[in-house]
């Protein structure tokens, strides 16, 4: 992880990608568990973290799947990939020091042994995301085409360019129709944070929207961990081989390289 903070030390070799978004109902959770599923499929060792108390067991379908008897409170989902679930049970409002000290508590106690963890951030810019972003080798602000989405998508991304990472910042929309829609929503996007930061950000990826993906929604059961193949379902797997190459993450044999200066 990159060293956001003193703490980052005892965790320093998870690669960490913090998935953020400016505002609620764009996927966020339902990205997070298929992009650690599509990371656990290339077999990388990945912690699922939900820090934002909230439906990640539910959409994981964890009451089939087995506690994990190292940890009791993290829970297996495939061989590669394990979810946490904060107890900081209420990481969206937490704005008090002790609060805060019990949450890096608990990311030194169970980060240490993954190669990477996908940390489901809080929505909106508050202490908990502000830490996991600065913690992250990878920022990923996900939007959708919805306007309100998008301006809540530059919002953020405004608050975490003057926080000093917009280097570590990514767009990744979310439920498009296809690459050329995703592009276009790139562009728009490129025509805010021209003329009001000076800067474009990188496009990540997209996940396209499709029947499949939804239905797992509905019936709780995650898209990645069925054999049959959607168009959202490879645009998870595109994406998952699309981090594994980034700087710091160089995952060859089954053992994570870290580059020390990895962090933007």
């Known amino acids: 992880m990159a060293n956001g903070s003193s703490r980052g030390m005892a965790i320093e070799t998870v690669f960490g990608l913090a998935i953020l978004s400016g505002k609620g109902g764009v996927g966020k959770s339902v990205i997070s568990l298929n992009l650690a599923l599509a990371l656990g499929h290339l077999g990388i060792k990945t912690l699922l973290f939900d820090a934002a108390a909230g439906d ?70 508050g202490p908990i995301s502000c830490i996991l972003g600065g913690l992250s080798e990878k920022i990923i602000v996900v939007s959708t085409p919805d306007p309100t989405s998008i301006a809540g998508a530059y919002l953020l ?80 797997i595109s994406l998952a081989e699309s981090l594994r190459h980034l700087k710091g993450f160089h995952f060859e044999t089954g053992v994570l390289k870290t580059n020390s200066n990895n962090g933007a």
Do not use: W
């Open 157 to 236: 991304i405004k608050r975490l360019y003057h926080d000093g990472l917009s280097e570590r910042c990514g767009l990744l929309f979310n439920c498009v129709k296809s690459a050329d829609e995703a592009a276009s929503l790139k562009t728009r996007f490129d025509i805010m944070t021209r003329r009001f930061l000076s800067k474009q950000f990188e496009q990540i990826g997209y996940i396209r929207d499709d029947s499949m993906l939804s239905e797992s929604v509905l019936e709780q059961q995650p898209l990645l961990l069925e054999k049959h193949q959607s168009d959202s379902s490879l645009d998870f």
């Open 56 to 125: 990640l067991a539910n959409l994981a379908n964890v009451g089939q799947i087995t506690i994990n008897k190292a940890q009791p409170d993290v829970i297996q989902i495939t061989d590669n990939v394990k979810l946490y679930t904060s107890a900081v049970t209420n990481s969206c409002t937490t704005f008090d020091e002790e609060g805060v000290e019990a949450f890096l508590a608990e990311l030194i106690r169970v980060t240490p042994g993954y190669n990477c963890a996908v940390f489901d951030c809080p929505t909106g810019v």
